[in-house]
């Protein structure tokens, strides 16, 4: 069983998305990267790209994640944040420690695709 089905499938993507934008566009460190972006295009992206991650059967057709995120200037800090509020809106969700510890080890290696802005 893929980690997709484990955690529920399309409800639950569809609803830790909702959750998940509204932690991050609540935090006035991430906030200002999303000026000007429309958020139901990014949410429909998302939810494409984590089905396909997590083992679903989507097909993710977007950009790669280094192209989305180039001119983003994206910090670590920033990449952590992110990263915690997916795993408080997993947690929130009902999904097991050791779900969340697999969704992160999938979604790590994306770390040096999206991190584009030196350490200051």
């Not at 569809?14 to 991050?24: H, S």
């Not at 939810?47 to 180039?70: K, N, P, Q, V």
């Not at 997916?86 to 040096?112: F, M, N, S, Y």
Request: proline residues 5%; negative net charge.
């Amino acid at each position: 069983m893929s980690i997709y089905d484990s955690i529920g499938g399309a409800p639950v993507v569809q609803a830790a998305l909702e959750d998940f934008y509204t932690r991050v566009l609540a935090d006035p460190a991430l906030v200002p990267y999303f000026d000007g972006v429309d958020m139901r295009r990014l949410k429909a992206h998302q939810r494409s790209f984590l089905t396909a991650a997590l083992g679903g059967a989507e097909i993710y057709a977007g950009r790669d994640m280094a192209a989305a995120h180039a001119r983003l200037a994206i910090t670590d800090e920033a990449f952590d944040a992110v990263v915690g509020h997916l795993v408080d809106t997993l947690t929130g969700l009902g999904v097991p420690a050791e779900t969340i510890a697999e969704i992160g080890a999938e979604l790590a290696p994306l770390r040096q695709d999206i991190v584009t802005s030196p350490a200051v």
